[in-house]
């Protein structure tokens, strides 16, 4: 079993930055693929950004690319979201994820183990 727990949330105006922590606890996540997703009222989870167990490759929705950056650090156990530029369109309830499998990243069923999500405001 994995916990995981977001931290980092909260309310900032356009074009401000938030930094995200999700750490992890009951086993190490080095070896495994990580994500973050985001869900807004009235909307499905989505997509935000993944990184693979080595680091050497991230991948990011559209909507945040060149905004947003995810890392992880192995020895904390604990994966990060730089958000900056943010937009009111960012407001969501920001999630982490394990992927245990390395399976599709930017698809919510690839992974297995889920925070209980952080709340990110951003106001005009």
């Known amino acids: 079993q994995v916990q995981l727990v977001e931290s980092g949330g909260g309310l900032v105006q356009a074009g401000g930055s938030l930094r995200l922590s999700c750490a992890a606890s009951g086993r190490t996540v080095s070896s495994f693929d990580m994500g973050w997703f985001r869900q807004a009222p009235g909307k499905e989870r989505e997509f935000v950004a993944a990184i693979r167990r080595s680091a050497l490759y991230t991948y990011y929705a559209d909507s945040v690319k060149g905004r947003f950056t995810i890392s992880r650090d192995n020895a904390k156990n604990t994966v990060y979201l730089q958000m900056n530029s943010l937009k009111p369109e960012d407001t969501a309830v920001y999630y982490c994820?394990?992927?245990?499998?390395?399976?599709?990243?930017?698809?919510?069923?690839?992974?297995?183990?889920w925070g209980q999500g952080t709340q990110v405001t951003v106001s005009a």
């Open positions: 994820a394990v992927d245990r499998h390395a399976a599709s990243y930017y698809s919510t069923s690839s992974y297995d183990y």
